[in-house]
């Protein structure tokens, strides 16, 4: 059974830092890994979509990779602002069917 | 990009009322929605898929009876909570994808069912 972990749960850093989120998977076979960002009280956002063939993608400050073999991804945001303050979820398509499997979330924090 | 849209953004209601929420796709083909229960500071948790012209497949302690869910068109998806409580009170998502296997999933902006 696939599962999907997201580590840390919550983070904190000043303004201007580049930072590191983590996502981790139990099963090697997926389909696609996809990161979205959701805002308080709001719904999902897809940031950026990772098919099971690639190692990377990216789109303006933010770069995901993928390492299937290891069963983890890494979503870097470089160069933070507050307004990069939200949660992200990490979510994994199995090979199998269209189901994705969400982590918990990293809750982040960008202090002014 | 993809649209979803979601109708109502926030209800609330008297226990035993039944509230249908709507998800419609906006400007794509949506063969499959899905629908997604969100308690707070929790992840999502698919509860069914529907796919348009069939019925939904639940997940595994959903009540098919108390969540009905309707796919009659490509572009709208609906959840009706029959005879809501308050333990029914939560965040309600939709999320919808295309015809290809590796098309991303676009999400709506949500629910907020409160149930008195």
């Known amino acids: 059974k696939q599962e999907v972990t997201q580590i840390p749960a919550a983070l904190s850093v000043p303004e201007g830092e580049n930072l590191v989120l983590n996502c981790s998977f139990t099963?090697?076979?997926?389909?696609?890994l996809q990161w979205f960002r959701q805002d308080p009280g709001k719904g999902l956002t897809s940031l950026l979509l990772?098919?099971?063939?690639?190692r990377e993608q990216t789109s303006g400050r933010l770069n995901a990779s993928l390492d299937k073999s290891s069963g983890r991804s890494t979503l870097y945001i470089a160069a933070s602002q507050p307004g990069d303050s939200a949660t992200y979820l990490c979510?994994?398509?199995?090979?199998?069917?269209?189901?994705?499997?969400f982590g918990k979330g990293t809750r982040l924090h960008i202090l002014p | 990009g993809a649209v979803v849209s979601q109708h109502p953004s926030w209800v609330i209601c008297k226990s035993g009322t039944s509230v249908k929420i709507e998800c419609r796709s906006l400007?794509?083909?949506?063969?499959?929605m899905f629908w997604y229960r969100q308690f707070p500071k929790q992840s999502l948790m698919l509860m069914a898929t529907s796919n348009e012209g069939s019925k939904a497949t639940y997940e595994q302690g959903v009540e098919k009876d108390k969540f009905l869910i309707n796919h009659a068109s490509l572009t709208l998806s609906t959840l009706t909570v029959t005879s809501a409580h308050p333990e029914d009170s939560s965040f309600y998502i939709c999320?919808?994808?295309?015809?290809?296997?590796?098309?991303?999933?676009?999400f709506g902006d949500g629910t907020r069912l409160s149930i008195l």
């Open positions: 400007d794509f083909q949506a063969t499959t």
């Open positions: 999320s919808a994808s295309g015809d290809r296997t590796n098309q991303p999933q676009h």
């Open positions: 099963d090697s076979a997926i389909y696609n």
């Open positions: 979510a994994v398509r199995p090979g199998s069917d269209d189901k994705i499997i």
């Open positions: 990772i098919q099971s063939s690639q």
